[in-house]
């Protein structure tokens, strides 16, 4: 294999590796975005469970006092009624206070509705808070371990950066920029063998004149459909 073409396949290794390193780093803040999403579910949820249980706190505080205003006014028919000496008004303050009791009653019937919700409600807050607390803990060590991931990755890629240049300075200019250039048209597939006279980069057959070059192996030898670079694999 000509050296040109083993320094070629070294570089082009490194290239892919940081290709990847790369795209790794570009989710990362995906990644994030996916976890504070996943942490935005519990707090909401949180926040819904003791949002309904002071809503049920406040409708049974509207009850209790809209109660005590009819009882008031039930005492009041009460007075009334025993202070009347006409037997129609008398009557008329018998079947208020009735219909105020009623009223009552009603009223005590859906408080006590609202106390059992109350209490399902508390339950539901304090399970919504253990749920919120426990995704506020995993939320911290998903965090922890991207930060830590990510600086992993730029610590690799500082590496390989170095690394490459090395590589790329001991490689011809001009071969360089071609590889360069199909590295970067080429899906990462500058350099590919070539195999039963078929380029592994495009599928395509090869004339038997390439074919020929190639098999020599002393010069640098493209593939006539799509130009990367060939190397016959020894």
């Known amino acids: 294999m000509l050296k040109e073409i083993e320094q070629l396949l070294v570089l082009q290794d490194r290239d892919r590796k940081i290709r990847a390193l790369q795209t790794e780093l570009k989710l990362a803040p995906t990644e ?25 706190e406040v409708e049974r505080k509207k009850l209790e006092n809209e109660a005590e205003s009819k009882r008031t006014t039930i005492a009041k028919y009460n007075t009334q009624k025993f202070q009347t ?4 008004e008398f009557q008329a303050l018998t079947h208020e206070i009735e219909r105020y009791e009623r009223d009552v009653r009603t009223i ?14 508390k339950q539901t807050v304090a399970e919504a808070e253990t749920a919120a607390a426990d995704a506020k803990a995993q939320f911290a060590r998903q965090i922890q371990y991207l930060d830590e991931k990510i600086a992993a990755i730029n610590s690799q890629l500082g ?35 070539f195999e039963h006279d078929v380029c592994t980069g495009c599928h395509m057959k090869l004339t038997a004149s390439t074919s020929a070059k190639v098999r020599a192996g002393k010069e640098i030898t493209h593939c006539e459909q799509c130009g990367r670079i060939l190397y016959r694999q020894d």
Do not use: C, H, P, W
Not at 85 to 88: C, G, H, Q
Not at 108 to 116: A, G, Q, T, V
């Open 159 to 193: 590496e390989l950066a170095a690394e490459r240049e090395r590589l790329a300075g001991r490689v011809d200019e001009d071969l360089l920029d071609t590889y360069n250039r199909l590295f970067r048209s080429k899906s990462d597939q500058a350099v590919v063998a």
């Open 85 to 88: 000496r006409k037997n129609e």
């Open 108 to 121: 005590e019937d859906r408080e006590l509705e609202l106390m059992e919700s109350a209490e399902q409600q």
């Open 32 to 56: 994030r975005k996916d976890f504070e999403d996943k942490l935005g579910v519990g707090t909401r949820q949180l926040e819904a469970a003791k949002l309904r249980a002071k809503e049920i």
